[in-house]
């Protein structure tokens, strides 16, 4: 009997609704005692009832293992996967005395395009190791070309290397034989050089020695006149010079005692002088203490009368400062048309002096008997 086991929207260990099917050849064990378990099972049934039965039980099987795999050892491993099958379903179909003859796994599918997506990861997989190739191809053809350029470039290296030297080589051997020319050039021109400095010396030295000896003579003459001039000099100009300088330090020296002695001479004026008006500032001193001592004693003795009297002595010079500024005016004009009136204005300002000396100096002037005779006034 030939069975399709399907499987629709079960999930796998991973959660992946899966729709699988499969094809499986089972029949009915010939052996006795299994022939007569399949007669227990089946009797009485017809060939799509014994299908039905054997199939729920695969499908059963099948169900159970989808739940313990996941997607990728299911779609990857296909006949791992039935074998697993066969040998889960095996002992169960066999109590029914039905042998499975073989099981495969004809499709497996889903839904959520899970299946797809594995599909296109590894076809991605598959292109990125094309591509990595590809590179790595390239790569190790670029190394390969690189290194043939390298080696192409090493030997032109060494071509041009070899050309190189050769021409350093040339150019060195060129420069030594110019060297070798330009030194012999050189000392043969210094030679000559030298030849014509060494008659250019011989003749200045002669000319020297000429110079010289006239320089000598010249010289010898200068010395003479140098002789002569001093002499002449010494006679004319130092001896007069010496005497009127000795005279001009006598005279110096002569002004310079008269201004020391007019010094000390003014010096000792001006000492005198000082302890003289010291004596004099001393003496006045003493008496203007001694007169201050007699004042002060007949002030404190006499007490009131001498302190009138010295008010009445300091009278005079307050009306003369009162009155400084009357100095400035020409005349004073009463206007009154009463000459009675006049004389009573004076008598009024005489009234009211002792008001004016008892505010600014303390005394009182009504106290004194001519003031008040002049003043009419009474105590």
Same mark, same amino acid.
Request: aromatic content about 4%; overall charge negative; glycine content about 4%.
């Given at each position: ?5 399907r ?7 991973e ?10 050849q089972?029949?009915i ?11 227990e ?17 695969l ?12 997607v990728?050892?299911?779609?990857q ?12 379903a095996?002992?169960?179909v066999?109590?029914m ?10 499709d497996v ?5 899970y ?13 990125r190791?094309?591509?990595?190739g590809? !590179? /790595? $191809?390239?790569?190790?053809?670029? &190394?390969? +070309?690189? =290194?043939?350029?390298?080696?192409? *470039?090493?030997?032109k290296?060494m ?6 030297d ?8 060129k420069?030594?034989?110019s ?6 050039t ?5 030679a000559?050089?030298l030849q014509?400095?060494?008659e ?5 030295q ?8 006239q320089?000598?003579?010249q010289?010898a003459?200068?010395t003479q ?8 000099l ?5 001896r007069p010079?010496? !005497? /009127? $300088?000795?005279r001009?330090?006598q &005279?110096? +020296?002569? =002004?310079?005692?008269k201004?020391? *002695? ?13 302890e003289a ?11 203007e ?5 007699l004042?002060?004693?007949a ?6 009368s ?8 300091a009278?005079?010079?307050?009306a003369?400062k ?9 005349e ?9 009136k006049v ?7 005489? !009234?009211e ?17 001519l003031i008040?005779k ?5 105590v």
């Amino acid at each position: 009997m030939t069975l399709q086991p399907r499987c629709e929207d079960v999930e796998t260990a991973e959660g992946v609704a899966l729709t699988v099917t499969g094809v499986a050849q089972v029949k009915i064990m010939t052996e006795k005692e299994l022939l007569a378990v399949a007669c227990e099972q089946f009797l009485g049934k017809n060939v799509q009832d014994i299908k039905n039965v054997v199939l729920q039980t695969l499908e059963g099987h099948l169900r159970s293992i989808l739940g313990t795999l996941t997607v990728e050892q299911i779609y990857q491993d296909r006949d791992q996967f039935a074998k697993l099958v066969r040998e889960v379903a095996a002992p169960d179909v066999g109590r029914m005395g039905i042998e499975i003859l073989s099981f495969t796994i004809k499709d497996v599918y889903d839904k959520v395009d899970y299946l797809s997506s594995l599909g296109k990861t590894q076809t991605a997989v598959v292109q990125r190791d094309a591509d990595i190739g590809v !590179a /790595e $191809a390239e790569r190790d053809a670029g &190394i390969r +070309e690189a =290194e043939c350029k390298r080696e192409m *470039l090493d030997v032109k290296f060494m071509a041009d290397t070899k050309i190189a030297d050769s021409k350093r080589a040339f150019e060195l051997q060129k420069s030594a034989f110019s060297e070798e020319v330009n030194i012999k050039t050189a000392e043969a021109q210094l030679a000559y050089e030298l030849q014509g400095a060494r008659e250019q010396q011989k003749i200045r030295q002669e000319e020297i020695e000429i110079e010289v000896v006239q320089r000598k003579k010249q010289i010898a003459v200068e010395t003479q006149e140098i002789l002569r001039t001093d002499k002449e000099l010494i006679a004319t100009v130092r001896r007069p010079a010496e !005497a /009127e $300088a000795h005279r001009m330090q006598q &005279i110096a +020296e002569g =002004e310079k005692v008269k201004q020391v *002695l007019l010094a000390q001479a003014e010096a000792e004026k001006i000492r005198k002088i000082g302890e003289a008006e010291a004596a004099v500032i001393e003496a006045m001193g003493k008496a203007e203490a001694e007169r201050m001592k007699l004042k002060a004693e007949a002030y404190q003795k006499y007490g009131d009368s001498a302190k009138m009297a010295m008010v009445l002595e300091a009278l005079p010079q307050i009306a003369a400062k009162v009155a400084a500024p009357l100095t400035k005016v020409d005349e004073i004009v009463v206007l009154t048309g009463d000459n009675n009136k006049v004389t009573s204005e004076v008598n009024r300002l005489l !009234a009211e002096l002792p008001a004016s000396v008892h505010a600014l100096t303390g005394v009182d002037l009504s106290k004194i008997p001519l003031i008040q005779k002049a003043t009419g006034v009474q105590v």
